[in-house]
């Protein structure tokens, strides 16, 4: 079986019209997306949401018949939760009227009534941050009826402070933008900044943004990172400046198409060169930053210096490891200098980040496949049997 990737693309030609094989009642569509096969949350009434950082996410919740009662309704209370550590913490709670908010949700969520397909009870949840991804579940009450269900949000994109193999700011504006698009990112905007900035991204370097401001996170505000915020943490900034002025940029990138791998063949270290040829052998090609970040984001954790596409050395850490950047999660940066500059010397030796790109993924015999149907903000999940005969499609299991 070919199925080992716990992630696959799936971009097959679908002959609906012309094949017999989908039964009565099947129905066919184009799939051109991402299908994840975990086999969990077969329960009823699951949906699951993906969202991107800092826009907005909208988590459904149908009433069922018998609860669908005009808006004003005295009896009816939805309340919505998060499920963290085992514990429900309270996101929101409508009654009459009456609306509470949880703290970390204070001015970021509402029943919105304009989205009539994702239920009454929708919740919407702007400003998306990482940390808000989980299990969040909806409960509707009217007397003595209730209705519950849940929805699993996960939030893709990763903010990362950039600086260019130079010196610290020596980046013009189109050269900040032209940085992260060399490195499979995209200059970020500052609402994905304060997004990162409620996630714990803390840099005491100001980077361009999209809209040509220039900003720095700081969550630990310590002596020389004070801008306009004095000793509050918050994302410090310096309003929109002239295009030719020069800093370190802030890059976003948004999910990684493929997988970013340490070689494990790897036993000595290897010149910026070798490291290049080693990527090669492995059918890869060396990591960008903006894959190597994508990656971090997705959970890869080694605690090895490695080379990347543009020059620099970097590791990526999920896990607190005292021995391995002090305990503090993120992508580390060895620089040349103490004064964090410069990247290293091309024959200096470290190992390597060798990213490959997604491949077709084929069937070798029948399969069942979780495939989440994106539409809008709201993934729907179905199951589709996938088989192989001349023409690889798939069909939905009825
Ligand atoms: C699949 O996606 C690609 C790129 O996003 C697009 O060019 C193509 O038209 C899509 N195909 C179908 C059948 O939707
Ligand atoms: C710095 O990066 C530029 C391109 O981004 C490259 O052309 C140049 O060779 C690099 N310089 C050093 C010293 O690595
Ligand atoms: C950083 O240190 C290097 C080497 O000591 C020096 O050449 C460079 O000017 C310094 N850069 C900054 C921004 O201080």
């Known amino acids: 079986m070919v199925l080992s990737a716990s992630v696959l693309t799936i971009l097959l030609p679908l002959l609906c019209a012309s094949s017999a094989r989908p039964q009565a009642g099947d129905f066919c569509f184009h799939i051109n997306g991402t ?13 699951r949401v993906e969202g991107s950082l800092a826009d907005t996410a909208l988590l459904p919740c149908k009433l069922p018949m018998a609860l669908s009662a005009p808006a004003d309704d005295e009896q009816l209370r939805v309340k919505w939760t998060r499920v963290e550590a085992g514990t429900e913490k309270v996101v929101l709670v409508a009654q009459g009227g009456a609306v509470k908010v949880g703290q970390d949700f204070m001015g970021r969520v509402s029943l919105p009534s304009d989205a009539p397909e994702m239920g009454e009870a929708a919740l919407a949840v702007t400003g998306l941050r990482a940390s808000d991804a989980g299990r969040y579940k909806c409960e509707v009450t009217r007397g003595m009826e209730d209705r519950r269900s849940s929805a699993i949000l996960s939030v893709r994109g990763v ?36 997004a990162a900035f409620h996630d714990g991204l803390d840099h005491c370097d100001a980077g361009w943004l999209a809209d040509r401001s220039v900003r720095y996170p700081i969550t630990q505000p310590r002596p020389g990172c004070e801008g306009d915020l004095k000793s509050r943490p918050g994302v410090r900034t310096y309003g929109i400046r002239l295009a030719t002025e020069k800093y370190d940029v802030f890059c976003y990138v948004e999910k990684l198409d493929g997988e970013v791998f340490y070689p494990p063949s790897i036993s000595d270290k290897l010149t910026l060169q070798e490291a290049a040829a080693e990527c090669r052998k492995h059918d890869a090609v060396l990591a960008s930053p903006g894959q190597l970040f994508a990656a971090w984001a997705a959970g890869l954790n080694q605690c090895d210096y490695g080379w990347l596409s543009d020059g620099s050395v970097r590791y990526p850490i999920n896990a607190p490891w005292p021995q391995c950047g002090g305990g503090q999660l993120g992508v580390r940066t060895l620089y040349k200098y103490e004064n964090q500059t410069g990247y290293p010397d091309p024959e200096d030796r470290h190992g390597a980040y060798c990213f490959k790109g997604q491949h077709f993924t084929s069937f070798n015999s029948p399969t069942d496949v979780t495939f989440s149907l994106d539409a809008h903000f709201c993934v729907f999940e179905v199951v589709i049997r996938c088989v192989t005969s001349g023409e690889h499609f798939c069909f939905v299991k009825s």
């Open 35 to 47: 299908a994840s096969h975990t086999g969990m949350d077969k329960m009823e009434d699951t949906w």
């Open 159 to 194: 903010v990362f402070h950039y600086r260019a193999n130079t010196s610290r700011y020596s980046l013009d504006f189109s050269a900040a933008a032209e940085a992260c698009l060399s490195v499979d990112a995209a200059i970020a905007t500052p609402e994905q900044l304060t």
